[in-house]
T-cell receptor, first 116, second 109 residues
């Protein structure tokens, strides 16, 4: 496995700007997850895709957040009009199809967002 | 919401076994117990999982009580590199992982 890749590793932006993060999952993994983590807390689920379909979105995902996975491979997470409260680590994870081998999520190293 | 209860922090001497407890009294029959850990500034890493039988792999052992209401993760010979936050998660395969606060394990020389 080449691992889950996230880009950029760090992002500093000014309040009100838009930002976009990219996640490249492990090939053959049809499920992709986004999580957000603030200091001292466990990761919080945001949304997940099975292939290109977005199957679930958390109430944490406000209208300013949008995630896509257009061809069922890489995914993007966009935050519009960023606020200081959006400062967090954004984690992406992927997993193989249900029932294939056994289930576990593989996480990337995350994108650390700082909103000034 | 997380369905597990873990101690906030634990210490362990290097070379000794680290035993991390987890309570999951509301676990249902088709839910698994998963353990992940997160080393500072990295994404969570899968350790082990089980349904009702004890499990062992190259990283750790998982002991699940007969009533499945609690479990213990065992790192048999803890090293400094095992210092991390350990998350115990009750997971319905095909769903999503819900993380709690985890246990911050400090392995000391």
């Amino acid at each position: 496995d080449t691992g889950v890749s996230q880009d950029p590793r760090h992002k500093i932006t000014k309040r009100g700007q838009n930002v976009t993060f990219r996640c490249d999952p492990i090939s053959e993994h049809n499920r992709l997850y986004w999580y957000r983590q603030t200091l001292g807390q466990g990761p919080e689920f945001l949304t997940y895709f099975q292939n290109e379909a977005q199957l679930e979105k958390s109430r944490l995902l406000s209208d300013r957040f949008s995630a896509e996975r257009p061809k069922g491979s890489f995914s993007t997470l966009e935050i519009q009009r960023t606020e200081q409260g959006d400062s967090a680590m954004y984690l992406c994870a992927s997993s193989p199809p249900a029932g294939w081998r056994y289930e576990k999520l593989f996480f990337g190293s995350g994108t650390q967002l700082s909103v000034l | 919401d997380a369905k597990t209860t873990q101690p906030t922090s634990m210490d362990c001497a290097e070379g000794r076994a680290a035993n991390l407890p987890c309570n999951h009294s509301t676990i249902s029959g088709n839910e698994y117990v998963y353990w992940y850990r997160q080393i500072h500034s990295q994404g969570p890493q899968y350790i082990i999982h089980g349904l009702k039988n004890n499990e062992t792999n190259e990283m750790a052992s998982l002991i699940i009580t007969e009533d499945r209401k609690s479990s213990t993760l065992i790192l048999p010979h803890a090293t400094l590199r095992d210092t991390a936050v350990y998350y115990c998660i009750v997971y319905n395969q095909g769903g999503k992982l819900i993380f709690g606060q985890g246990t911050e394990l400090s392995v000391k020389p």
